[in-house]
Antibody, heavy 122, light 107 residues
Framework: EVQLLESGGGLVQPGGSLRLSCVASRFDFSEYGMSWVRQAPGKGLEWVSG????????YYADSVKGRFTISRDNSKETLSLQMTSLRAEDTAVYYC???????????????WGQGTLVTVSS | DIQMTQSPSSVSASVGDRVTITCRAS??????LAWYQQKPGKAPKFLIYAASSLQSGVPSRISGSGSGTDFTLTISSLQPEDFATYYCQQTNSFPLTFGGGTKVEIK
């Protein structure tokens, strides 16, 4: 069974930085697109950023563009999200999610991690 | 960006009821739509892709239909484990967007 394990969440002050990691296992990580999806407390799902397949193309929601950077290390089967200039509205559970198809482009997500909570507060 | 609008935002139903949730896209997305189920404190669970294809392991009482801008998720006979929040997501283009969610509650 596919496993995705996030880490790196925590409490950070407004304007601060945080780096999230997601370690993947039990599938060919390099072949699939990966994304970060977040959920503010009591709210719905919001896609944040993603990699499309193994082309190296990256995508961002407007709400995080210029502040967040997604990266992946296929040799370590790890997806990362570097978050800077954090704001209160970035407070959320951040999920790592695997694309359901090994294609380039937008996809659905068939496996999700358990999530890591990021709280931005002074 | 493609906006996804779900209705209703919540529905109260009893075990055995038929429940239908609607998702509308702000522009045509062909059949590029997925559905998820989420229970409190848990990660979303993948139910349906390409508007109507059931993910392996998902019970057949759950089905999806639609194309273009209008889509539906139907639970033919609601079971206790189906009480949850359901989200649609367009997979047509980046940025990926989700509907606001529909909470299925016990009547």
């Amino acid at each position: 069974e596919v496993q995705l394990l996030e880490s790196g969440g925590g409490l950070v002050q407004p304007g601060g930085s945080l780096r999230l990691s997601c370690v993947a296992s039990r599938f060919d990580f390099s072949e699939y697109g990966m994304s970060w999806v977040r959920q503010a407390p009591g709210k719905g799902l919001e896609w944040v950023s993603g990699f499309s397949g193994n082309t190296g193309s990256t995508y961002y929601a407007d709400s995080v563009k210029g502040r967040f950077t997604i990266s992946r290390d296929n040799s370590k089967e790890t997806l990362s999200l570097q978050m800077t200039s954090l704001r209160a509205e970035d407070t959320a559970v951040y999920y790592c999610a695997k694309s359901n198809l090994p294609i380039v482009g937008a996809t659905a997500f068939d496996y999700w991690g358990q999530g890591t909570l990021v709280t931005v507060s002074s | 960006d493609i906006q996804m609008t779900q209705s209703p935002s919540s529905v109260s139903a009893s075990v055995g009821d038929r429940v239908t949730i609607t998702c509308r896209a702000s522009q045509g997305i062909s059949s590029w739509l997925a559905w998820y189920q989420q229970k409190p404190g848990k990660a979303p669970k993948f139910l349906i892709y390409a508007a109507s294809s059931l993910q392996s392991g998902v019970p057949s009482r759950i089905s999806g239909s639609g194309s273009g801008t209008d889509f539906t998720l139907t639970i033919s006979s609601l079971q206790p484990e189906d009480f949850a929040t359901y989200y649609c997501q367009q997979t047509n283009s980046f940025p990926l967007t989700f509907g606001g969610g529909t909470k299925v509650e016990i009547k």
